[in-house]
């Protein structure tokens, strides 16, 4: 079976912004934004294999550890990555309050390299937002002691359901 991924990551920021006082008007607009176009293949700016999943989190299901060695591709497939060059999580709750823990958090194995390699590390995402991480060129190394992803529900009500993509080199 031979496969094809084409994935394009795109984050930014577009914003005009305007502050008067006494002396005059000041107006800022620009755009902040970083676009990564991935290709098929296992060197900078490729990768081969991609996971997505929506995670819905209940108040008896509220910790998911992703195994990033053992996550199934559409075709049921283990991922089998052995390097990760971007992650993608949005929380979709609306109400205030319900937020989403998401990195490596004391879980076994824990993948905490874009976490600043803190074991107990992890970003709090509150509702309908999203986490970004972006590495195109050297990846995160996945290793049997480096492969786990935790998000755990932080929120005040359930379920909370939490839209996440990997995209790795296997």
């Known amino acids: ?15 005009a912004f305007e502050k008067a006082d006494e ?13 990564t176009v ?10 081969n294999v991609i996971y997505r999943a929506q995670i819905h ?5 509220s910790v998911v550890d992703l195994n990033l060695k053992t996550l199934l591709d559409i075709y049921a497939d ?16 609306t109400g205030a309050g319900d937020n989403v823990r998401i990195g490596p958090q004391g879980c076994a194995n824990p993948l ?3 976490w600043g390699s803190v074991a107990a590390g992890y970003n709090l995402l509150g509702p309908g937002g999203i986490l970004d991480i ?9 290793t049997a002691t480096a492969k786990t992803i935790r998000v755990q529900h932080s929120g005040i009500t359930y379920p ?3 839209d996440f993509a990997v995209l790795g080199v296997r």
Do not use: H
Request: proline residues 3%.
């Open 57 to 61: 989190l209940t108040l008896g299901y």
């Open 134 to 142: 972006n590495n195109p060129i050297d990846g995160y190394a996945v």
């Open 160 to 162: 909370i359901d939490v």
């Open 112 to 114: 905490s390299a874009p």
């Open 78 to 93: 283990a991922m089998g990555s052995t390097s990760v060059k971007a992650i993608f999580f949005q929380n979709r709750a």
């Open 1 to 15: 079976m031979s496969n094809t991924l084409e994935c394009t990551n795109s984050c930014g920021l577009k914003w």
């Open 23 to 35: 002396i005059g008007v000041a107006r800022d607009a620009r755009t902040a934004k970083q676009a």
């Open 38 to 47: 991935y290709e098929q293949g296992t060197g900078a700016g490729k990768a």
